[in-house]
Each structure stands twice: as C-alpha cells, then as structure tokens.
C-alpha cells in the first residue's frame, strides 16, 4: 500500500507539472459554456451521457498515452521497476489518478452545464451516485484500453493514427445514445455499457438494460485488466528483464 500510495503521489505531481488538471479543468469548463447554449433540459438524459463517453474518453487516451510514452522516453519506466514498485501498483496508480482526472473534468462539465442551463429553465437533477459511478467506470475503461495499446508504441506520433482509430471505432457507440441507430449492435461496443449506468442517472432502465450496463461492464473490467497486463508485461517489463 505505501509503494501504491509513493507512485499516486508520483504520477499526481507529473500531471499537475505537465498542466493535465489546468487542461481538463479549462476543457470541462469550455465545453460546459457550449453546451449551455446548444441544449435545453430536456436534451441533457442523452447529452451528457454521450459527451463524456466522447470527451472524457478521448482526454483519457491521450493521458495515458502521453504519460507511458513520456516515461519510455526519458527512461523512468525502466528504472520503476529496478526499485520494489511491482508492476500491478504501477498500473494501479496510473488507472486510479488518471480516472481521477477524469472525474474531475466530468464534473466541472456536467456541474458548469447543469447550473447554466438551470439559470434558465427548470432541471431535473440525476442521480449523482450513478452519474459518478458512470463516469468513474468510463474513465477506468478508457485508462485501461490506452496502457494495453500505448505500451507497444515508443513514440507518441507513430500512436496517434492507431489511436485514432481506435477512439473513433468505440465512439461510435453515440450513434445509439443520440438516438440516430436503433440497432443494439452498438452496445456490444464496450464504452456503451457505462454510458448506460450514465443514462439510467437519468431516466429509467429496463431490468435488461440494467442488466447488460451492470454485468458487462463488470466482465470488460476484468478482461480489459488482464489484456491490459500482458500487454504491459510483454512490451516493458519483458524488455527491462
């Protein structure tokens, strides 16, 4: 537990040196001020949901990204693991401070927008426990999903194209939360399943929805930890041995 907390502290510092908290604050805080003036209350149940699978997941990525690969860089990754920080606490540290940092920027986003929107009209509050729940699972997912792909990568510009890809083939998930596709085929996309918990914070769920958002987001977790540490196994602690 001391190491887990010696490399949150760590990895806190690093973000806040490299200004990760002023960013997601400003970007929670312009994307608040926009939405205010592009959605009504009523629009906010779909809304929200889908801008934070969007945008949360998209910061998220390149967070991680840009932090393992910093890290590869300048050689520290490497040295992390001569000293008795195990591998598990150094994934732990980056999921838990990152999501943080994500839960931060969702909740100047949806905090900035649900106040401006309710200077003029009247709103509806979510349920905040499963808003938060939501956005916490969203953030871990996306953190996950980022360390299994970054560590095959040294540098941050041969990731972005794979990365884009990526980010835009889970997004696509939107597609069925705006109500522009019908199909359910889109919910077998794994960002769908918490941005569902997001929806029911706001309206009600179907038992089967509640469901597919509670048992597959428990089940892409434990996969995506375990696809997430091979591949962090193989591509760094592999090459340091």
Known sequence: M??????????????VRNNLYAIGIGVGVLVAILLS??????????????????VIGGSTLLYVSGMIIFEKD???INAAFISPLRPSEYLASKTITLTTLATIESA????????????????????????????????VMYTLIGIGLVVRYDKIT????????IAVVLQLAFLYFV???????????????????MVGAYQDLTMV??????????VLLVGLSIWAFRAFEKHIIMQVG
Not at 209 to 218: F, H
């Open 2 to 15: 001391t190491r887990l907390l010696s490399a949150m502290k760590l990895d806190v510092k690093v973000q």
């Open 37 to 54: 003036q592009l959605v009504t209350a009523e629009q906010l149940p779909a809304v929200i949901p889908t801008v934070m699978m969007l």
């Open 74 to 76: 300048e050689g520290t």
């Open 108 to 139: 100047v986003m949806i905090g900035g927008t649900t106040f401006l929107i309710s200077l003029g009209q009247d709103i509806t509050l979510p349920n905040i426990l499963l808003l938060l729940a939501g956005v916490v699972l969203i953030g």
């Open 158 to 165: 041969e990731f972005l194209i794979p990365m884009s890809l």
């Open 179 to 197: 109500g522009f596709v019908d199909s359910p085929i889109l919910l077998a996309i794994p960002v769908s399943a918490p941005t569902m918990i």
């Open 209 to 218: 929805e509640w469901l597919y958002a509670i048992i597959y987001t428990g």
